[in-house]
C-alpha cells in the first residue's frame, strides 16, 4: 500500500510542475461543504455485507494552477460512516436459544478526514474530475446489537465500543460542476467514489466503500 500511495504522489506531482509558466491562471476558492455518505462494508470477517448512510460536513480550498490543472484540499471535521444489517435464525444466549429470532447489528464509525485531490477540469465547461488519496482518523465507534424474538420482543440489546481502530487509506475519484453565482460565489455539485485500502480495526477484516455525494459553496479569494 505504501508504494502504491508514493506512485499517487509522484503523479500528482508531476501534473502539478507540468504547467507552462505562461498558461499559470492562479485562482483560489474556499468554502463549506455539505453531503452524505451511502456506505458498503466488505470484508472476509463480515457475515453478510453491511450498507448505511452518513452525513459529512467541511470544508474545501479549490486550487487552480491552469485552466486544466489545479487540487481540491478536503478536510470533513466529522465525517459519519454508519452501516449495519440483521439477520434471522436461532441464536443461543446463556438463558437458552431463541429460534427464529432477528438479530440487527449496527456500527457507527466517525472519522477526521483529509484529502488532498488532483483537479482535471475541462476548459470553458465547468465540469472536473477529481483523484486522489484520503486519509481518515477515527474519532468515534461504536456496535450496536438487538436481538428479538418471534413476537417482537426484546431478548437482547447491548452497546459496545470498537477497539484497535486503524488509520483509513482510501483511494479517491469522481467529478463535479462549478456553476457560478455571480460576483465571487460558485456553487458546485459533486459526485465521489472511495475506496477504501485499509481495514477498520487490526483485529478485523473489514473495509469501508463510500459513495459520496456533496454540494460546495465556494468564494473566490484570489
Known sequence: ?????????????????????????????????????????????????PTGIGILFGSQLDM???????????????????SGYSETGNFQLQTGVVPNGELTV??????????????????????????????GFNIQGS??????????NTIYK?????KNTLVRFELKGGAGYDIPLGGITTLTPQF????GLTDVQSDFSARVMTFQLAAIVKFKLL
Open 143 to 152: 456496535l450496536d446489537q438487538k436481538l428479538v424474538d418471534q413476537q417482537g
Open 106 to 135: 449496527d456500527f457507527s464509525l466517525a472519522y477526521f478526514m483529509i484529502e488532498p485531490l488532483l483537479k482535471l477540469s475541462i476548459p470553458r465547461s465547468g465540469f472536473y474530475f477529481l483523484v486522489g488519496p484520503a486519509i
Open 192 to 195: 465521489s467514489f472511495g475506496y
Open 64 to 82: 487552480s494552477f491552469t485552466p486544466t490543472i489545479g487540487l481540491l484540499t478536503q478536510v470533513q471535521f466529522y465525517d459519519s460512516r454508519s
Open 1 to 49: 500500500m505504501k508504494k502504491s500511495l508514493t506512485v499517487l504522489s509522484t503523479f500528482l506531482l508531476l501534473f502539478l510542475f507540468s504547467a507552462k509558466p505562461s498558461f499559470a491562471q492562479f485562482h483560489l476558492r474556499l468554502g463549506p461543504l455539505l453531503g452524505m455518505n451511502f456506505n458498503i462494508g466488505t470484508g472476509s470477517d463480515l457475515q453478510q455485507t
Open 158 to 162: 447491548g452497546n459496545s465500543s470498537l
